[in-house]
């Protein structure tokens, strides 16, 4: 079956700081991969989406960047954090060909607070 | 305008009874699909039901059920016999096709709290 792991958990950085979370998926191949911000009280927003090794998309635009090193491994970096980019931070994971590719599957987050 | 409306920012039931979290959407995109997450205080957001547009029967799984009414462009979740594990926070989201995008987008609604009382 198919896990989706984040890392860290809880992170606390000062602002003006670089950032990089990671997350990495097992037992599929060629998956869909998505970063998601959820601010307090919120819904989710989708930060970048990946198709494919070294292929990613932004959706808005600010002070993150994502990157697509391995098939399974989708990370999301920023140089110089700001106060703003305090949040929940959530990876995603969907079949990239056959039955139900529009399906996503959600990794257990991570919880960023600058200060 | 929201593409996404849930208008119910927190709902009460009591322990073993049924309770409907409303759902409404807006799309001119023939082909969309809706899914429901449940995201428990750990965060994590974890899939219930999906609903295709082309689906002719309400989607089921388990005590979940899809109450889809594509006129009305809503798609409410039911929760049968609730229990104290489904106290939560509940978001309803549509698939897109984004052309070109090679993948499928997800837009989320802003979220139910769920509180089963015991």
């Known amino acids: 079956s198919q896990t989706i792991h984040q890392w860290p958990a809880t992170l606390v950085q000062p602002v003006g700081s670089p950032l990089s979370l990671e997350c990495t998926v097992e037992g599929t191949s060629n998956p869909n991969l998505y970063w998601y911000r959820q601010a307090a009280g919120r819904g989710l927003q989708l930060l970048f989406y990946s198709v494919g090794i070294g292929q990613i998309s932004s959706e808005v635009p600010q002070n993150l960047s994502a990157s697509r090193p391995q098939d399974r491994q989708f990370i999301l970096s920023s140089k110089k954090l700001l106060l703003s980019d305090s949040g929940f931070y959530l990876c995603?994971?969907?079949?990239?060909?056959?039955?139900?590719?529009?399906?996503?599957?959600f990794g257990p987050g991570t919880r960023l607070t600058v200060l | 305008a929201q593409k996404i409306t849930q208008t119910q920012p927190g709902m009460f039931v009591q322990e073993k009874e049924a309770v409907t979290l409303d759902c409404t959407y807006d799309?001119?995109?023939?082909?969309?699909?809706l899914f429901w997450y449940k995201q428990p205080s750990s965060g994590e957001m974890i899939f219930l039901i999906y609903q295709g547009s082309y689906d002719q029967q309400n989607a089921t799984e388990g005590r979940y059920s899809l109450n889809f009414q594509k006129a009305r462009k809503s798609a409410n979740l039911v929760i049968s016999a609730s229990q104290l594990g489904d106290s939560a926070m509940y978001f309803c989201?549509?698939?897109?096709?984004?052309?070109?995008?090679?993948?499928?987008?997800?837009?989320f609604g802003k979220g139910t709290k769920l509180s089963v009382i015991p």
């Open positions: 995603a994971w969907s079949p990239g060909t056959g039955a139900r590719t529009d399906t996503q599957y």
């Open positions: 989201a549509m698939r897109e096709i984004k052309s070109g995008a090679g993948s499928y987008q997800l837009t």
């Open positions: 799309t001119s995109d023939p082909s969309y699909g």
